[in-house]
């Protein structure tokens, strides 16, 4: 977050919970384990509870940032187990993963992603506005068998086999955008930014205004440090698919790493009129933004709009407090 005044211990707590678990905050130690957690369809997992397990009885928790990062340290050599819960969506899982540390890597990398449990249905990252591209294309159906193939597996969290059906399917038709901004955001799932990206290139080449290849390359974008680039990429998404919260939620962020508060703001907003518990983490970063505009009841109202949609959320009761020294700010 950008902070311009830190006049009280209450605006200090509400930014500091903005960046809560940022890696750039995490205190040096002898190993780390760090990395994303990432959504169904590969987008940054915010605000869920990252388990690590360990030696002697070992157990340290930490919550992702807004754009899914994670960073555990100061931990002695040994075996751990790490895995992630959403508390917001019960269904979604993580494998359990196993972490050795050695004595010549201090930093090991592990990115999660979340699955659907099987017997849930799940969503595709189909775009719901059908362009006059997609209603022209003939895909052979060898093609579209193994697009719903790659689709279908990514759903399972069976990547490697997403991967081979979704690259049948676009080397029966090269032209085949979706087929690439899938096989994007299954790179994406498993942490190979650069190799998603160029998928998303690739389709948006084929057709510059589909919406899923175009948020995408938001993504990729912002992890990769380019924050004006993937406010641009997000800014056409999101006119694309206007009816979409995480778009704008995620492109709220992008414009907050770029020293715009303003569209920030109507960029937070529409993301929690079109969703409001999909997209209520915004209410945290609208709050902060409220604060530093000194309008103290409305980052209230926004932190009472937080709870009132996430009264189970990890950060719950850190809300609360900060709330509750807020208030007894304004008395003052």
């Known amino acids: ?28 130690g002898a190993y780390s384990i760090f990395g994303v957690v990432r959504m169904p369809d590969g987008s940054p997992a915010s605000r869920v ?19 899914g990062r994670y960073e555990i340290s100061e931990l002695p050599r040994g075996r751990y187990s790490v895995d992630a819960v959403n508390p917001e969506v019960p269904s979604q899982v993580t494998e359990r993963a196993e972490v050795d540390t050695g004595r010549f890597q201090t930093r090991i990398s592990l990115n999660l992603f979340f699955r659907q449990r099987s017997e849930e249905t799940t969503e595709t990252l189909a775009s719901p506005v059908i362009s006059s591209k997609e209603a022209s294309q003939r895909v052979p159906k060898a093609a579209e068998k193994a697009f719903d193939e790659g689709v ?59 919406g899923p290849a175009l948020r995408g390359a938001g993504i990729c974008k ?47 907003s529409r993301a929690v009129t079109l969703d409001p518990k999909g997209s209520v983490r915004a209410r945290i970063h609208l709050a902060n933004l409220a604060l530093k ?40």
């Open 1 to 28: 977050m950008i902070v311009q005044t830190l006049k009280s211990p209450a605006v200090r707590s509400l930014i500091w919970l903005c960046l809560l678990s940022s890696p750039l905050l995490a205190q040096a």
């Open 49 to 67: 509870t990252v388990t690590l397990r360990g030696p002697s009885g070992l157990t340290r928790q930490i919550l992702t940032d807004d754009v």
């Open 152 to 210: 279908k597996a990514g759903s399972s969290q069976k990547l490697d086999k997403a991967i081979a059906a979704l690259s049948k399917a676009i080397q029966l038709y090269p032209d085949y955008f979706q087929a690439l901004a899938e096989r994007g955001h299954v790179r994406l799932a498993m942490g190979k930014s650069v190799e998603a990206g160029e998928d998303f290139t690739r389709a948006l080449k084929i057709n510059p205004v589909y």
């Open 222 to 268: 912002f992890e990769q440090g380019h924050h004006a680039d993937a406010v641009k990429d997000l800014e056409s998404a999101s006119s694309v698919e206007p009816n979409l919260a995480k778009t704008f939620l995620l492109l709220g962020i992008a414009y907050l790493s770029t020293d715009r508060p303003e569209a920030a703001q109507s960029a937070l």
């Open 293 to 332: 505009q000194n309008q103290l009841q409305e980052a209230i109202a926004q932190l009472d709009a937080y709870l009132a949609d996430a009264a189970n959320a990890p950060d719950a009761d850190k809300v609360r407090a900060l709330r509750t020294q807020l208030q007894q700010e304004g008395k003052q």
